[in-house]
């Protein structure tokens, strides 16, 4: 191995790397000994020369991303043991051999110690996305990771990053199979079936993260008008479905995720006249739904992906959200939620507080929900908790 280039911090900026925060700004880096490119393993020292620990450089604000701290060089058994705690944890919390589901996120960046590098496992298939270069340049070692850990539960790697990579970067990665090959292919969660398009899809197919949030609206659904605003591929529809809803309406802007949710339907609730789905802008089809619904699923994406777009999309999630609370029925349910990582818990329920003001409507809180427990969240790191929402009760 050549000699490791040094990241050196400036005297006093070591505070946060010292209680273990994973990431390096530039602004608190001194210099820089020896050469490096895009992806390289450096080492992370303060100002006197003790190492804090060895990260993937890269280029942007966020300068390095410490995957072990320490003095020792991380060695050949690293990622396959950064690999197996992350699937402990998976095990331990019952995912790993649910009942009725097959799909859960193995690897979720910060949160096992990986940062930059999403896994996602779809009944066999482990798809990957690296949002570094360094974490895209170890994508061999962490495939011989997976299949170290996950023997014969595992069929496939599919390596979908070529999107997610920084575009500084200049790097020309192409999407594909690391190991095996498979279809997209059908999972299980809370026993509703899913196809799920991998190779086409948004993010690594699927939006695994609302999967208990799914389970609990199901719970509210006996009898009732369901709207499901944002659906994708429909996954809160099914929900509602399951748990007894007399009418579900899926809404999306993409032509393309209403026919995966009419296909997602049929696959779960072949024949059933009770769902009914358009493609629509949101804020267009909810001028006018008066008092048409009882539930109300708001789960759009990310409006805000740094933080210069903070202000402008909080009035986003205040609009949005006074439309719902204007019109859903008396003593209706309104599941909210934000997945804009700037956005933080305090931010989301101001605007969403904002909104009932504006709407007039008494407003009580049910449930605070968060991400799951396959989407864990470094108690060093919080900027790691990006999934907020709130089921609200309206009078």
């Known amino acids: 191995m050549q000699p490791l280039a040094s990241v050196i911090l400036k005297k006093g900026k070591e505070e946060s790397m010292e209680r273990f925060h994973p990431w ?17 393993l450096v080492s992370v020292s303060r100002s006197d020369g003790k190492i804090i620990g060895y990260g993937h450089c890269a280029i942007g604000s966020i300068a390095v991303r410490i995957f072990s701290f320490g003095v020792t060089i991380p060695g050949d058994d690293f990622w396959k043991n950064r690999v197996d705690q992350a699937y402990i944890l998976r095990q331990q919390t019952g995912l790993t051999d649910a009942p009725g589901t097959n799909v859960y996120r193995l690897i979720h960046g910060e ?13 066999g298939t482990v798809v990957l996305q690296a949002h570094t ?17 996950l023997g014969t539960k595992l069929i496939a790697v599919y390596d979908k990053s070529a999107k997610t990579l ?36 948004q993010k690594t197919g699927f939006f695994i993260d609302q999967r208990e949030n799914r389970k609990l609206l199901a719970s509210f659904a006996q009898g009732k008008s369901v709207l499901n605003m944002f659906c994708y591929t429909g996954g809160f529809s099914f929900s509602a479905m399951q748990g007894g809803a007399l009418l579900v309406h899926s809404v999306d802007s993409s032509a393309k995720a209403i026919e995966q949710t009419n296909e997602n339907v049929e696959l779960n609730f072949p024949g059933d006249t009770r769902h009914e789905s358009f493609v629509a802008d ?19 994406p990310a409006f805000a992906k740094h933080r210069n777009a903070l202000s402008q999309a909080l009035q986003g999630y205040k609009r949005l959200n006074a439309k719902a609370f204007q019109q859903i029925r008396p ?9 804009s990582q700037v956005v933080t818990r ?21 449930h605070q929900l968060s991400q799951p427990v396959d989407h864990p969240i470094n108690i060093y790191h919080p900027e790691g908790e990006y999934l907020k929402g709130l089921v609200l009760y309206v009078e």
């Not at 390096?24 to 390289?40: M, N, P, Q």
């Not at 949101?282 to 759009?300: N, S």
Request: glycine share 10%; with cysteine.
């Open 282 to 300: 949101a804020f267009d089809f909810m001028q006018e739904i008066k008092t048409k619904y009882d539930v109300i699923v708001l789960d759009p």
């Open 111 to 123: 949160g096992d110690g990986m940062p930059g590098l999403i896994a996602d496992y779809y009944n």
């Open 346 to 366: 305090n931010n989301f329920r101001e605007a969403v507080f904002s909104a009932a003001a504006v709407a007039g409507r008494e407003v009580r809180i049910l």
């Open 331 to 339: 003593h209706g349910i309104l599941f909210t939620f934000s997945c």
């Open 166 to 201: 920084p575009f500084k970067a200049n790097i020309e990665a192409k999407d594909g199979y690391l190991y095996g090959t498979s279809s997209a292919g059908e999972v299980l969660e809370h026993g509703n079936r899913f196809r799920v398009d991998w190779l086409e899809g």
């Open 133 to 149: 270069v360094g974490m895209w340049l170890v994508r061999k070692a962490i495939t011989d990771a997976l299949k170290a850990v």
């Open 24 to 40: 390096v700004f530039s602004g608190a880096i001194d210099r820089i000994d020896g050469a490096i490119e895009e992806g390289d």
